[in-house]
């Protein structure tokens, strides 16, 4: 689709289409906060009254917990989460050694690996398979709103900061003659009544003063930057999401 502007989850996503050539170099630094007008962070959502007492990272690998999450390979939404567990063993001291065998055996405790968030969304509230599901904060806001009542959203005491990224599609809008509206729209999503509508509907305003006004909606959290675990975003993609990266080597398909 030629899209004029695109929104996606990792910097290293929009960092593909410039690698094919669609948006041009230095991208990140046309827009203010490097091209981030928000950010968020993965969080759990839980049945009612959390039987399971799932509150941190290491209830994730119990015996008796299923994991929903999606396929690290094909999602944003899944990407984030495994860096978010990877990531919880380093902020507290453990190894590398010790983050990977923590992967495995989550991964171990997911029944079903959806393509993408919205899969695994449907697979946890409408088919309510599993105990757990690691989502976006402002999905998890809309999922827990939407189960009236029967689901409930726990903060783990850290987690990673996600940084989705926002650009205007070179080759697109030049093409169309639209990158002047282009150009506009996203300018807008760093204006203060566009920081106020972010946090509203659960995403993190790179606006100081908004985010401080939004503080109960939007509760403090320990965060960790992807540079916990890697160079950037795009070593982050290569380690371990490419072929062969360290989910490849801890991942093994569920039997049928």
Do not use: C
Not at 89 to 95: C, E, N
Not at 135 to 158: C, I, K, M
Not at 230 to 249: P, T
């Amino acid at each position: 689709m030629e899209a004029d502007v695109v929104s996606l989850a990792l910097p290293s996503d929009i960092d593909l289409l410039r690698k094919d050539g669609l948006i041009s170099n230095g991208w990140a630094e046309r827009l203010p906060n490097h091209s981030q007008p928000f950010t968020s962070m993965i969080v759990f959502v839980v049945r009612k009254g959390n039987p399971k007492a799932i509150k941190d990272w290491s209830d994730l690998v119990r015996p008796d917990v299923a994991v929903i999450t999606p396929n690290p390979k094909t999602s944003g939404n899944g990407k984030l989460s495994l860096l978010a567990a990877w990531g919880s063993i380093l902020y507290r001291g453990g190894t590398e050694e010790q983050a990977r065998d923590f992967l495995r055996r989550l991964y171990q405790n997911v029944p079903v690996l959806g393509t993408g968030a919205r899969d695994s969304t449907i697979t946890f509230t409408q088919d309510k398979i599993g105990d757990v599901h690691l989502t976006w904060e402002n999905e998890a806001r809309f999922e827990t709103q939407d189960s009236q009542g029967e689901l409930e959203t726990v903060y783990p005491p850290v987690t990673i900061r996600a940084e989705p990224s926002v650009a205007w599609v070179d080759k697109n809008v030049e093409h169309r003659k639209t990158e002047r509206y282009a150009r506009a729209y996203l300018e807008f999503l760093f204006s203060r009544p566009a920081q106020e509508t972010m946090a509203r509907y659960g995403y993190r305003p790179v606006d100081p003063d908004v985010l401080r006004k939004n503080a109960e909606r939007l509760p403090a959290v320990q965060l960790f930057s992807v540079t916990l675990i890697a160079k950037d975003w795009d070593d982050a993609q290569e380690k371990f999401f490419a072929d062969n990266g360290v989910f490849d080597l801890i991942y093994s398909p569920r039997a049928k």
